[in-house]
């Protein structure tokens, strides 16, 4: 607890979940609850953040909205309308589109299904509404944690300490709070490196998303809002096998354009880098549990997928709509925010989605990362049942899209 009977939750990780939640705290219980963000990055600023951009679910935006910083991260979102997905060798001609995602049912008519937004802008506006709520914003890492009854103890990096009702280890997939809580983490890395770059284009994108299913991995276009040298501007998201990636990027940036224009294609006129190229190692991992004494995993701590599906965030983004609303429903009763059952409800509503979205994303990177022919021959058959199969459609477009109905009530833009 704070001074004075004051409950106080710290969020160590200051990455967009752990932002989002931070928000979502304070301004449902203003002076009610002290909410502090430890992260040593606040120290430099939102550099990190440039050049990446997210594919953003409808629910997330909807939380945004409700938190009153989508008006200030409008301007650097564009809605994805339209998804081509296609299957096709680097080598063939054509990429005929398999699935469409057009028109789909669980998002209002007119509704963009996602957008994407650039990682920097975001990050800004939920830093200035964090600290124009009372955020208490913090550049020191959380070192240790020791829970002692109704309070978790806390040492800071600067050797202060602090205690806390509850500890949010919102500090990413080698979460080292996860690893002191004594809590497994169950995963694998892939054989691959998810590249990440803005290419600058000619001809506007129409809003229009692309996946290329390549034997090597999928090859992701987003669009982004025009801008840059040539007018228009898309993010790429392009898995290659580990050992191909520095030769790829090795030779220099006009050889580096040419291995993206082999998969970019020739639609868009010409193109060139913007921002990038920067590789990620990717990985599948889960925690085994959530939670422990009065600590809750959120965002990447929690779990880790493949970017095939653009999913990651959302999750993170769910996690925090869904903890934000069990402390909150505690708080109103006047019940101790850390105490178990709010952990236990947390990780209750976020396992089961965790999971299926985990296990989609693990099993679509292996049925497409494949150049067999039987494989191939079955995927391509499995695509057309896809489009015609709406539950796999929507998993596909992102849980948080899909819960108009039952999700957290961030998601689905109401208070909390
Ligand atoms: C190639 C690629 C493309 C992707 N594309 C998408 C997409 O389109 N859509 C999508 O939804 N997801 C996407 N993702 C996933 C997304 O990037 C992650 O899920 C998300 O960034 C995780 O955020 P996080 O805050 O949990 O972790 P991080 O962003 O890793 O943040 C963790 C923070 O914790 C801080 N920290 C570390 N240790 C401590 C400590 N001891 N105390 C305090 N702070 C600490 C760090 O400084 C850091 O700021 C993609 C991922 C990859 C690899």
Redesign the pocket.
């Known amino acids: 607890m704070g001074g004075s009977g004051q409950r106080r939750v710290v969020v ?7 932002l989002s939640l931070a928000l979502a705290l304070k301004q449902a219980h203003g002076p009610a609850l002290a909410v502090t963000i ?4 606040l120290a430099s600023g939102t550099a990190r953040h440039r050049g990446r ?4 679910a409808a629910g997330g935006r909807r939380m945004f909205e409700r938190l009153g910083i989508w008006d200030a991260v409008a301007k650097a979102a564009e809605p994805i309308r339209d998804m081509a997905v296609s299957d096709s060798r680097l080598t063939d001609p054509v990429r005929p589109v398999f699935l469409t995602f057009a028109q789909d049912a669980d998002v209002a008519p007119g509704e963009p299904f996602a957008h994407m937004v650039e990682a920097e802008p975001l990050v800004e506006a939920l830093l200035a509404a964090c600290a124009a709520a009372g955020v208490a914003l913090d550049p020191v ?3 240790a944690a020791d829970p002692a009854g109704e309070a978790i103890a806390l040492t800071r990096s600067d050797g202060t300490q602090e205690t806390a009702s509850l500890l949010v280890a ?4 080698r ?3 996860r690893e002191a809580a004594g809590i497994g983490w169950v995963g694998w890395g892939y054989p691959q490196s ?1 590249i ?1 770059a803005t290419i600058g284009h000619e001809r506007p994108h129409g809003g229009r998303a692309y996946e290329h299913f390549l034997p090597s991995g999928p090859f992701a276009i ?1 669009p982004l809002v025009a801008g840059g040298e040539l007018g228009h501007r898309s993010s790429i ?1 392009w898995t290659e096998r580990k050992a191909d990636v520095a030769a790829l990027l090795g030779g220099g940036s006009d050889e580096t354009l040419a291995e993206i224009e082999r998969r970019f294609g020739h639609g868009f006129g010409r193109i060139v880098l913007e921002a990038g190229p920067s590789a ?1 190692p ?1 990985a599948f991992g889960i925690a085994r549990r959530f939670r422990a004494e009065r600590l809750a995993l ?4 929690a779990h ?1 997928i493949h ?1 095939i599906a ?7 983004l769910a996690g925090a709509a869904s903890l934000a609303q069990a402390v909150t429903d505690a708080l109103r009763l006047g019940l101790d925010p850390g105490a178990p059952d709010v952990l236990r409800a947390y990780e209750r509503d976020r396992r089961f989605d965790t999971l299926a979205m985990g296990a989609m994303t693990d099993g679509l990177n292996r049925l497409f990362s494949t150049d067999a022919l039987p494989v191939r021959l079955a995927r391509d058959l499995g695509l057309g049942l896809v489009d015609r199969l709406p539950g796999l459609k929507r998993l596909f477009i992102g849980q948080a899209a899909a819960r108009r109905g039952d999700g957290p009530r961030l998601l689905r833009g109401q208070a909390l």
């Open positions: 160590a990780g200051a990455g967009i979940p752990g430890c992260d040593p990055g951009a997210y594919a953003v890492g959380i070192v919102a500090d990413g997939a979460s080292r709070l998810g990440v987003l998201v990620h990717l959120l965002g990447d701590a880790v970017p653009g999913q990651g965030l959302n999750l993170g």
